[in-house]
């Protein structure tokens, strides 16, 4: 689902040249509005701000990172998600209780049928290091993985002038178990590994817990 149409999912505006955090913490709206995208089959169809902007009353400050994460716990941002995704769509999600291993939670997702969409919150080890993440899947014969939040423009300043994109930020990421894309699109080599099984952001996979919404066209 390459961007033809020059929307970014993931709309808060960033280049390697200007980066900004908020385009780092908003994985969460990221994977509200990859879900409505999936869906809808369009990768217009919804960017992370309107995501963002539907759990805005939830907190005093609209700028403040709950806003771009969607909550103050996972629970939180978990059932913000699933009311966006159902407020777009009509699809109701089914999340699975409580948290589920990588080889449980594939074969969760493999009894819905093809070309359900899912939400998941992952938390393990990457390289060793500690990192959670809201990221997509879609069924297909395989799982694969989806993550929006690389899917990022260049930032254009008031006189004008553009800033070169990330590497891969025409698309989203995508790969065969959980993973951190933008960990993987700001190495050095990130746009030749952004599809790649294995890559700089992947989770180890013995480390992985992971929290699992279904979403399913009817």
Same mark, same amino acid.
């Given at each position: 689902?390459?961007?033809?149409? =020059?929307?970014?999912?993931? $709309? @808060? ?16 709206? /990221? !994977? ?9 089959? !369009? ?28 909550? !103050? ?17 009509? /699809? ?14 594939? &074969? ?10 899912? @939400?998941?919150?992952?938390? =393990? ?12 899947? @879609? ?22 002038? $553009?800033?070169?994109?990330?590497? #891969? ?20 080599? #990130?746009? !030749?590994?952004?599809?790649?099984? &294995? ?11 992971? &929290? ?7």
């Amino acid at each position: 689902m390459n961007n033809h149409s =020059g929307v970014f999912v993931n $709309s @808060v505006e960033s280049s390697p040249l200007r980066p900004r955090q908020e385009s780092t913490i908003n994985c969460a709206s /990221c !994977s509200a509005a990859g879900a409505v995208c999936l869906l809808s089959l !369009s990768h217009s169809a919804a960017v992370s701000e309107e995501a963002s902007h539907y759990s805005e009353h939830l907190h005093d400050n609209a700028m403040s990172q709950l806003r771009f994460q969607m909550g !103050s716990s996972v629970d939180a941002q978990i059932k913000n998600i699933n009311n966006f995704i159902l407020a777009r769509t009509g /699809c109701h999600g089914q999340e699975y209780p409580g948290f589920l291993t990588l080889n449980q939670a594939n &074969r969760w997702m493999l009894t819905k049928p093809m070309g359900s969409v899912f @939400v998941i919150y992952a938390k =393990g080890k990457i390289r060793g290091k500690e990192y959670c993440h809201f990221l997509n899947a @879609v069924r297909a014969v395989n799982m694969v993985y989806v993550d929006f939040q690389t899917n990022r423009g260049g930032r254009i300043t008031g006189r004008g002038r $553009s800033y070169p994109p990330y590497p #891969g930020s025409l698309g989203p990421a995508t790969s065969t178990a959980p993973f951190v894309g933008i960990i993987t699109q700001e190495t050095a080599s #990130g746009g !030749s590994h952004l599809h790649a099984a &294995r890559q700089p952001g992947s989770f180890e996979p013995d480390t992985l817990s992971l &929290r699992v919404s279904a979403f399913i066209k009817f």
